[in-house]
Structures are given as structure tokens and as C-alpha cells.
């Protein structure tokens, strides 16, 4: 009951993370998260989780690299392969070799294995935490294609060499000829081992399927527990689990190719279903850190080897080294420009110091050193295990927050706000394209229809705009419509198309509203609008019509008003003076009145010819949006997360018609 307990209060904190994110933006997740999981270890609780090393690897490792693998981008992979093979594997095992003898000179505390060890850990960068960032300041398109590659491959090689460091310092033994032909035969044997394997997974969902077994839950179980199979089958077998469940993710993006409803409804789900799972583990690593942190910081100020300030100078060299050496590397390598000729040396500068920043580190870097072992083959304990999770850590920490402050200089962005405006802008755009879009394709029957469906997308543009400057436009748009209603009435009564009784009902009606509006004196005036007692007595003979008699001529009279304000709405719209949304907003009620005016005979079929030329218009927007979206993403308007986000939407959207139209 207790480690029930507990879950819920990590789950909970990581939903926290988000919403604090969302009130203090300058603080990213990662260390917002870090905090709430110290905060943790001050709760009255009596429960105290002990981390086992190899089910840590395997519970965020596994699923980790395997999402990974799966949404990577494999033509920008194969374009950009140069750039982030020399990163993914040249710089990492640079920064192995050269951190980990500057550690073990730094601090002679730790074993040269050790040194390595968290050299290795350190290696890799964190695309999720790249990502975030993505949010907040503009990173070019191909730097963030070149990080996404790196950081894909990166993960494999540090962690590769990581359990080959741990593996010396736990049994004392270590032969560099003897490490790089295991080294070569262990990740030939997982990358294999994982395409094999998701080769016979294949074959068995395709022979459920033949089977008529095409629930979803099923085959996304199956998907789930995929990378964890996998993982377990290499470390199994002697061959490497990080590579195997890399490959096979990879593998896996192969699969969604056969575009029938099944397949598609499963896409959907995959989709949503992984974005939560890796949101909470990536939260998990971080709040798990937080927890420990305050005891591993008691340890580590407790010994009497390194002083306090001692040991967080330390993490600053640690970080100076670790983005020196990216540095150094980008600018010998040409890594910037890739294969393109190099450009003046200032603008070379700053395109490597971009993708120096760029390269957080985060879960992968937790991850590693969280799954040290806790003894060693003699019995003795793994030597300053607390300090190297410590120092890792640090290098999170100090290299999160160079991200988060000084990338933004060196982009050129301006605040935040601005930069979530322009976005906003951008996407406004799209959907007043999709909207001019869909009234080139509208016919007189499918004008309802058209309306409803503007209606929706001037509810989107007008939740991405400021509230009070729409609700003022509404305000004024609405006094001008009862105003053609009035000045709609007053004619129709002057040339007799109306009777009085039914006239005057209605006139003393929009007074009253027209009043409440604009507090002009003229329409108190006219709450009586009669001006002599011969209208008096014309009213009042014209009371005697039955009940029905007078029905009808009240629909009569509502119908010419609402094709009159509507006529006036149209040309409105014409002429640019007030932003076509809220146009169409009321365009839409109007439409709605003049249907409720429909005989009865003829609703049945309305609704049909209605919901026949929804459904049409709706699957036309999908592929507009859709369309300006990527035009938006190409012409620089859009980040990369923003695209992604929306198509995502489209997605959700598509999903919900098909349902709808049954298919």
C-alpha cells in the first residue's frame, strides 16, 4: 500500500512539473522536477524506495532509445550522416578518453574505471531536453535535425561505452584489445539481434490479423512491451541490449505503411500512448534524482576528502570541459556547415557555439549513473558512487541552464511572449487560409454547412487571440446588427409588409436591447412607438388575428430580417473593416435562426444535405490545414515542436470524422 502511495505522489508530482513550468517559464521541466522530488524527501513519509541498477536500465532505458529509434527521421539521418556520426561516435569517444583521465587526474578519489565511467555518462546529449527548449527560442531546422541524429546514436555509443567502464571497474580487469573486439561483436550482435527480433514480431501480428484479431489494445500492448522484451533477450544472450532495442525502433518506423482503418486508428493511439509514457518517465528520472539528491549532497559534504565549494567547482570544470571539448570538435570537424563550404569564421563561431549549447545534457546522463552498481565483484562498495551521481548531476544542471539562457542571445530571439505572439500569428494565418480555402469550394447547398464548419475555425483564431480586443469587435458587431434589424422592421412597416401589431412587438423588443447596449436616449424614447391614436387603434384591430395567423406572420418577419442583416454582414465582409472571424461568428447565428424558420416538411432533408456537405468541407479543411501547416513550417514561421503538434491535432481530428462517418 505504501509503494502504491508513493507512485501516485511521483505521478502527481510529475503533473505538478508541467503546471509550474506553465507559471514559471524560466525554469525548465527537468529542474522544476528535480526540486519537487527534493521536496518529496521533506513529506512525513515511511516509505523509502531502494533503486535497483539493472531495473532502472531496463524500466527508462529501454523505452527511451526505442521511442527514439522509432520517430527518428531517416532521411535526415542518411542526408546529415557526416555530421552526426562525427558527433554521435568521433566526439563521444574523444570526450570519453579525454574526461575520463581529466577526472581521475581532477579527483584522484576515483578509479580510472570510475573516471570513465561517468566520462561516458556525460557523453551523451538529451534531444527531450533540446526539444523543450525548442519552445522557447527559434533553433535552426538542420541544427535540430543534426541534434536528433547525434543524440539518437549518441545514447547507444556512451552507454555502450558506459557498461564496458562499469564492467572493468566492477571485476577489475581490462584489455583494450579484448574491450574493442567484444565492443565491435556485442553491437553488431544487438543491432541484429533487434532488427530479428521485430522481424518476428511482425509475423506474429500479421498472423493475428489473419486470425481477425484487429483490436488495438492488443497490437498496442504488444508495441509496448516490445523494447522491454527485447532488452531482456539481449542482455540474455551476451549481446547489447541498448543497440538492440535502438535498431528496433528504428525497425519499427517501418511499420505504419499499409494505410487501412485499423492500422490507422492504431497509429493514433501509438502515438498518444507513447508521448505519455515518455513524459512520465522522463519526469520519473528526474523527480527519482531529486529524491536522492539529499542524501547523496550529505555524503558528499560529509567527506572529509573534498570540500563543499570544493566539489561544485568541480561540476563548473566538468561542464567547461564537456562543452569545450563539443566546441573544439565542432569547429576542427566542420560540423556546423556539413558538407557545405565554410562561411566567414565569426558566423562559424556562433554556429558552433549553437550547437555546443544545444548539447544538454539530461535523462540518458540520470539514467547511467543512477544505475551504477552498488557493490563490486569482491563485495566491496562501487567506489564514490554517490560523488559521480553527484557530479553528473551538476553538469545536468549547469549545462540546462547555459541552454536556457544563453541560447536565446545567440539566436537573435527576443522574449518569450514575443516569440509564442509570432506563432500565434502564424497559426491564425493557417486556419484564415483554410477558411478562404473552404469558400472557394462552397456551392449554394453546402452554405450551411460551410458556415458551421467557419464557425469552428473562428473559434480556434479567436482562442489564440486576446480575449478583450475580440469581445469588444462582438460587442460593437452585434449593436450594428440589431440596428439593420430595427432599420429592417421600420421599413417593412412604412411599406406595409408587415402587419403593426407584430411590427411594434418587435421594435419595442430591439429598443430595450439597443438601450441596454448603447444607453442612447433615442431608443428609450421609442420603448412606445406609438405616435397618435390612430396607430393605437390599428394595433390593437389587428390583435384580433388567431394565434397561428399571428405565427406566421412573426416568422415571415424574422425571416426578411435575418436575410437582410445577413446581406449586410456579407458585404461587410467585403470590405475588410472588422477581421472576418467575428464576422462569420454571427454570420453563422444568423444562418442558425433562418433555419429554426424552416418548414417542417423540409428539415429532414436539410439536415441530410447538411451533414452529407459537413462531412465534405471537413475532410477539404483537414487536407488545407494540413497543406499550410507544412507551407508555414518551410518558410520558417513554425518551429519544428509547433509543426509537429498540429499535425498531431490534424491527426485527432481525422480520426474523429472517420469515426463519425463510420469507417
Known amino acids: 500500500m505504501e509503494l502504491f502511495e508513493y507512485i501516485l505522489l511521483m505521478l502527481a508530482a510529475v503533473s505538478l512539473s508541467n503546471l509550474v513550468n506553465r507559471f514559471i517559464p524560466s525554469l525548465s521541466v527537468p529542474i522544476i522536477q528535480i526540486a519537487l522530488g527534493m521536496a518529496l524527501t521533506w513529506l512525513p513519509l515511511h516509505f523509502e524506495l531502494e533503486l535497483n541498477p539493472e531495473l532502472f536500465l531496463l524500466l527508462f532505458i529501454a523505452p527511451l532509445l526505442f521511442n527514439d529509434g522509432r520517430l527518428a527521421d531517416k532521411v535526415a539521418l542518411w542526408k546529415l550522416k557526416k555530421p552526426i556520426l562525427l558527433l554521435a561516435l568521433g566526439l563521444v569517444f574523444l570526450t570519453v578518453g579525454v574526461l575520463g583521465y581529466f577526472l581521475h587526474w581532477l579527483l584522484p578519489v576515483l578509479p580510472l574505471a570510475?573516471?570513465?565511467?561517468?566520462?561516458?555518462?556525460?557523453?551523451?546529449?538529451?534531444?527531450?531536453?533540446?526539444?523543450?527548449?525548442?519552445?522557447?527560442?527559434?533553433?535552426?531546422?538542420?541544427?535540430?535535425?543534426?541534434?536528433?541524429?547525434?543524440?539518437?546514436?549518441?545514447?547507444?555509443?556512451?552507454?555502450?561505452?558506459?557498461?564496458?567502464?562499469?564492467?572493468?571497474?566492477?571485476?577489475?580487469?581490462?584489455?583494450?584489445?579484448?574491450?574493442?573486439?567484444?565492443?565491435?561483436?556485442?553491437?553488431?550482435?544487438?543491432?541484429?539481434?533487434?532488427?530479428?527480433?521485430?522481424?518476428?514480431?511482425?509475423?506474429?501480428?500479421?498472423?493475428?490479423?489473419?486470425?481477425?484479431?484487429?483490436?488495438?489494445?492488443?497490437?498496442?500492448?504488444?508495441?509496448?512491451?516490445?523494447?522491454?522484451?527485447?532488452?531482456?533477450?539481449?542482455?540474455?544472450?551476451?549481446?547489447?541490449?541498448?543497440?538492440?532495442?535502438?535498431?528496433?525502433?528504428?525497425?519499427?518506423?517501418?511499420?505504419?505503411?499499409?494505410?487501412?482503418?485499423?492500422?490507422?486508428?492504431?497509429?493514433?493511439?501509438?502515438?498518444?500512448?507513447w508521448s505519455v509514457i515518455i513524459f512520465v518517465l522522463n519526469g520519473l528520472v528526474f523527480l527519482l534524482l531529486g529524491t536522492q539528491l539529499p542524501e547523496i549532497i550529505q555524503t558528499v559534504w560529509n567527506n572529509p576528502d573534498i570540500g563543499n565549494v570544493q566539489v561544485i567547482l568541480y561540476t563548473l570544470l566538468l561542464t567547461a570541459a564537456v562543452l569545450g571539448l563539443r566546441l573544439i570538435w565542432m569547429l576542427v570537424m566542420d560540423i556546423p556547415e556539413g558538407e557545405e563550404p565554410r562561411g566567414p569564421w565569426k558566423l562559424e563561431f556562433k554556429k558552433a557555439l549553437i550547437l555546443t549549447l544545444s548539447g544538454v545534457r539530461g535523462t540518458i546522463t540520470l539514467a547511467s549513473t543512477m544505475s551504477l552498481p552498488f557493490f563490486l565483484d569482491d563485495g566491496s562498495y562501487f567506489p564514490a558512487r554517490d560523488l559521480i551521481i553527484f557530479l553528473a548531476a551538476g553538469v545536468i544542471l549547469w549545462t540546462l541552464l547555459a541552454s536556457n539562457f544563453l541560447l536565446p542571445l545567440l539566436l537573435g530571439s527576443d522574449h518569450e511572449a514575443e516569440h509564442s505572439a509570432e506563432e500565434a500569428q502564424a497559426r491564425i494565418e493557417i486556419l484564415r487560409s483554410v477558411v478562404a480555402g473552404l469558400n472557394e469550394q462552397a456551392t449554394d447547398q453546402s452554405r450551411l454547412a460551410l458556415n458551421h464548419l467557419t464557425g469552428i475555425y473562428n473559434t480556434r483564431i479567436r482562442m489564440l487571440k486576446k480575449n478583450e480586443e475580440a469581445e469588444e469587435m462582438e460587442r460593437k458587431l452585434g449593436v450594428k446588427a440589431l440596428k439593420w434589424q430595427r432599420e429592417y422592421t421600420m421599413l417593412a412597416l412604412?411599406?406595409?409588409?408587415?402587419?403593426?401589431?407584430?411590427?411594434?412587438?418587435?421594435?419595442?423588443?430591439?429598443?430595450?436591447?439597443?438601450?441596454?447596449?448603447?444607453?442612447?436616449?433615442?431608443?428609450?424614447?421609442?420603448?412606445?412607438?406609438?405616435?397618435?391614436?390612430?396607430?393605437?387603434?390599428?394595433?390593437?384591430?389587428?390583435?384580433?388575428?388567431?394565434?397561428?395567423?399571428?405565427?406566421?406572420?412573426?416568422?415571415?418577419?424574422?425571416?426578411?430580417?435575418?436575410?437582410?442583416?445577413?446581406?449586410?454582414?456579407?458585404?461587410?465582409?467585403?470590405?475588410?473593416?472588422?477581421?472576418?472571424?467575428?464576422?462569420?461568428?454571427?454570420?453563422?447565428?444568423?444562418?442558425?435562426?433562418?433555419?429554426?424558420?424552416?418548414?417542417?416538411?423540409?428539415?429532414?432533408?436539410?439536415?441530410?444535405?447538411?451533414?452529407?456537405?459537413?462531412?465534405?468541407?471537413?475532410?477539404?479543411?483537414?487536407?488545407?490545414?494540413?497543406?499550410?501547416?507544412?507551407?508555414?513550417?518551410?518558410?520558417?514561421?513554425?518551429?519544428?515542436?509547433?509543426?509537429?503538434?498540429?499535425?498531431?491535432?490534424?491527426?485527432?481530428?481525422?480520426?474523429?470524422?472517420?469515426?463519425?462517418?463510420?469507417y
Open 494 to 662: 412604412k411599406q406595409h409588409e408587415v402587419n403593426p401589431y407584430t411590427a411594434y412587438r418587435y421594435l419595442n423588443r430591439l429598443n430595450r436591447q439597443l438601450f441596454i447596449y448603447t444607453r442612447d436616449p433615442q431608443y428609450k424614447n421609442d420603448l412606445i412607438p406609438f405616435k397618435s391614436w390612430e396607430e393605437i387603434t390599428g394595433v390593437i384591430q389587428q390583435v384580433r388575428l388567431s394565434a397561428q395567423e399571428r405565427r406566421e406572420e412573426s416568422n415571415r418577419l424574422q425571416s426578411g430580417i435575418f436575410a437582410y442583416v445577413l446581406e449586410k454582414l456579407r458585404e461587410l465582409q467585403n470590405t475588410g473593416e472588422m477581421e472576418p472571424e467575428v464576422i462569420s461568428a454571427l454570420i453563422l447565428r444568423y444562418e442558425r435562426g433562418r433555419m429554426r424558420l424552416t418548414r417542417p416538411e423540409s428539415i429532414s432533408a436539410t439536415k441530410r444535405e447538411f451533414e452529407e456537405s459537413l462531412h465534405e468541407l471537413s475532410r477539404a479543411g483537414i487536407q488545407l490545414e494540413r497543406d499550410h501547416i507544412q507551407l508555414m513550417f518551410e518558410a520558417g514561421r513554425i518551429s519544428r515542436a509547433s509543426m509537429k503538434e498540429m499535425k498531431r491535432d490534424i491527426l485527432f481530428m481525422e480520426h474523429d470524422l472517420r469515426e463519425e462517418m463510420g
Open 114 to 273: 570510475a573516471a570513465f565511467a561517468l566520462a561516458a555518462a556525460l557523453a551523451p546529449t538529451d534531444a527531450i531536453a533540446v526539444g523543450a527548449l525548442e519552445q522557447k527560442v527559434k533553433i535552426p531546422h538542420q541544427t535540430m535535425q543534426i541534434l536528433e541524429g547525434e543524440s539518437l546514436i549518441n545514447d547507444a555509443s556512451g552507454l555502450v561505452s558506459f557498461q564496458f567502464a562499469v564492467a572493468a571497474m566492477v571485476t577489475g580487469a581490462f584489455s583494450f584489445k579484448t574491450a574493442s573486439l567484444s565492443f565491435i561483436s556485442i553491437s553488431l550482435g544487438g543491432v541484429v539481434l533487434g532488427l530479428v527480433l521485430t522481424f518476428i514480431k511482425y509475423g506474429i501480428v500479421r498472423w493475428l490479423r489473419r486470425l481477425g484479431m484487429e483490436n488495438v489494445t492488443l497490437h498496442m500492448l504488444i508495441e509496448i512491451l516490445t523494447p522491454f522484451a527485447i532488452f531482456m533477450a539481449a542482455e540474455e544472450l551476451g549481446v547489447n541490449g541498448i543497440l538492440a532495442v535502438v535498431s528496433a525502433g528504428i525497425a519499427h518506423s517501418f511499420g505504419y505503411k499499409q494505410m487501412n482503418p485499423e492500422v490507422a486508428k492504431l497509429n493514433i493511439v501509438s502515438k498518444s500512448t
